[in-house]
């Protein structure tokens, strides 16, 4: 399995900018398809966005469709979310994770076998 960090959230003001980070170690980081999802409180686990082990193909949630922007490093064992026009309904910890299943594309949780420990994005209206 991949080892998984994530930095980069905080508070910002609906309409603000945050970049997510995530940090793999471990085993060959370029084996895996990677994505983020998010959790609210009393909500599920939701799909944001993933990208492919190349990085030539992404996808995303339609409610962050179009604000943000899914990228990876290979070399750098990295994967970043890029979340502009921020809004309050944006707020929840923000999750890295990797997958090896073909299907990753669905963002369903259980395909992603590897997860961090997630970070904390507030947006204030």
């Known amino acids: 399995q991949v080892q998984l960090v994530e930095s980069g959230g905080g508070l910002v003001q609906a309409g603000g900018s945050l970049r997510l980070s995530c940090a793999a170690s471990?085993?060959?980081?370029?084996?895996?398809?990677m994505g983020w999802f998010r959790q609210a409180p009393g909500k599920n686990r939701e799909f944001v966005a993933a990208?492919?082990?190349?990085?030539?193909?992404?996808y995303y949630a339609d409610s962050v469709k179009g604000r943000f922007g899914i990228s990876r490093d290979n070399a750098l064992k990295m994967v970043y979310l890029q979340m502009n026009s921020l809004k309050p309904e944006d707020t929840a910890v923000y999750y890295c994770?990797?997958?090896?299943?073909?299907?990753?594309?669905?963002?369903?949780?259980?395909?992603?076998?590897?997860w961090g420990q997630g970070t904390q994005v507030t947006v204030s209206s």
């Open positions: 994770a990797a997958s090896t299943v073909a299907g990753y594309q669905r963002g369903v949780p259980a395909d992603f076998g590897s």
């Open positions: 990208i492919n082990r190349s990085g030539g193909s992404t």
């Open positions: 471990g085993r060959t980081f370029s084996n895996y398809a």
